[in-house]
């Protein structure tokens, strides 16, 4: 996660560094081409040499001179592509049908840019990868079974190298036992993204039954089957397709839900910010509630400088289901959204805490501690308008609720909207109350 983390800040306060600059467009498309057929038929004599330089062009190169009109079409694109906010929606739609509590998160670089990938799934059972090309997500693997043979995935940074791992597999007939070791590998492909197959490496470990003495003879061959094909290689041509294999990393999630939203959320203001004034600023945002343990619901808000602002948020005890962005006062700088789960002996709440992020200052926001009339209640966000396409402010409704007689109902329900660097009420509703016999 702190190579994240660098690679973010680098390309805001410090520019894009080129990766490529090619003239010949043709060329280097024909060279790519030939590339291509040379590693997916992989001739012996020159496996070593393809693998070198294919290694060579796709490392990212940190040395390269940096030029303003390379810079300035970088930081365009980071402003209108922004891969953090996309991926928030992946997991915002995975959390639909998946319990997020389950499922394990990365963000990798597994291709040859700077975008990482995304990467979750419950570990040892399935994994998917989700990348960000041409202004999009695509599915590159989804719910990719563990398990099968003992089957499980891998990949080399930057490399669009990702291995599968299938051991031993045997076989038994009258001559002997044969074990096989498979290594299957995939990269993305060009235009569709998704996993496709170029090669099979197989070890074929022989045991033949001996001769009247009881003696066994064992022997091992090797092959790789490009396409289809099956081809004998001698032990030294299939090491040299091993030449990186010390890179290579288990393709699997090492982090929990809210701990890559708090990182995508980050950086998705990084992307929103044209200049990236607000790097200095920006937090870090952990907590600690009750699903962690503690009764109190705290926010740590840890600055670049070191400095660290705690928060404790009013009712407990809660859990924070995520922490989101959204511009709320309308100066440009997104407000910080903590969304947070609370239940008492009336019902259970929706609860949204709005923060203001100074220069190394957080000022809390949310409706209930502007409005003296929404003091003394605890008011449940049952819907919430940031996009500003239904009205020209953003818009909260909510309702609290009272409990009598063992029966729950709506209390209060107001709409309050952000409009001239204040909360307002915009409509005020009393509940119906119920007729108790």
Not at 62 to 82: F, G, I, R, S, Y
Not at 119 to 148: E, H, I, K, N, R
Not at 273 to 287: F, H, Q
Request: contains cysteine; glycine residues 6%.
């Amino acid at each position: 996660m702190k190579k994240f983390r660098y690679i973010i800040i680098a390309m805001i306060m410090a520019g894009i560094f080129l990766t490529a600059c090619g003239s010949g467009g043709e060329e280097e498309a024909a060279e790519q081409e030939s590339q291509t057929e040379e590693q997916h038929e992989l001739p012996t004599e020159s496996q070593s040499d393809v693998q070198a330089e294919l290694q060579t062009e796709s490392q990212p190169d940190v040395q390269v001179e940096l030029q303003t009109e390379a810079q300035t079409e970088q930081e365009v694109k980071m402003n209108h592509d922004n891969w953090a906010q996309a991926y928030l929606s992946v997991i915002d739609e995975l959390r639909k049908d998946k319990d997020l509590d389950r499922l394990d998160f990365s963000l990798l670089y597994v291709d040859d840019d700077d975008i990482p990938e995304l990467v979750f799934g419950p570990d040892g059972y399935w994994v998917s990868v989700y990348t960000w090309q041409d202004g999009q997500v695509y599915t590159v693997m989804d719910q990719w079974a563990y398990g099968l043979w003992g089957r499980f995935y891998s990949y080399v940074p930057f490399q669009n190298n990702i291995k599968s791992y299938v051991y031993g597999y045997s076989n038994q007939d009258d001559d002997g036992v044969t074990v096989s070791d498979y290594d299957e590998f995939y990269q993305m492909a060009e235009t569709t993204y998704e996993l496709e197959y170029i090669y099979e490496l197989i070890v074929e470990n022989n045991i033949k039954f001996g001769d009247e003495a009881g003696g066994m003879e064992p022997s091992t061959m090797y092959y790789v089957e490009p396409h289809g094909t099956k081809r004998e290689i001698t032990e030294e041509e299939y090491h040299t397709y091993y030449a990186q294999a010390e890179e290579y990393i288990e393709l699997r999630g090492d982090s929990t839900a809210d701990e890559i939203i708090n990182e995508l959320v980050k950086a998705s203001q990084l992307l929103s910010n044209n200049k990236g004034e607000a790097e200095s600023t920006l937090p870090d945002i952990t907590w600690d509630d009750y699903h962690s343990g503690s009764y109190e619901t705290w926010l740590h808000f840890s600055f670049s400088d070191g400095s660290q602002i705690d928060k404790e948020l009013q009712y407990s005890p809660s859990t924070v289901e995520k922490v989101d962005f959204a511009d709320i006062t309308g100066d440009g700088t997104d407000e910080v959204l903590v969304y947070r789960y609370f239940a008492n002996t009336a019902t259970e709440y929706t609860l949204i805490n709005f923060f203001r992020i100074e220069e190394n200052g957080v000022t809390e926001i949310s409706p209930e501690s502007e409005l003296e009339e929404l003091a003394d209640n605890v008011w449940s966000v049952i819907d919430a308008d940031f996009s500003k396409k239904e009205y020209d402010m953003p818009v909260l409704t909510m309702e609290s609720y009272v409990k009598e007689n063992m029966l729950v109902y709506v209390d209060k329900k107001v709409l309050v909207g952000y409009q001239d660097s204040r909360w307002q009420i915009l409509e005020w509703f009393d509940g119906p109350k119920p007729e108790f016999e």
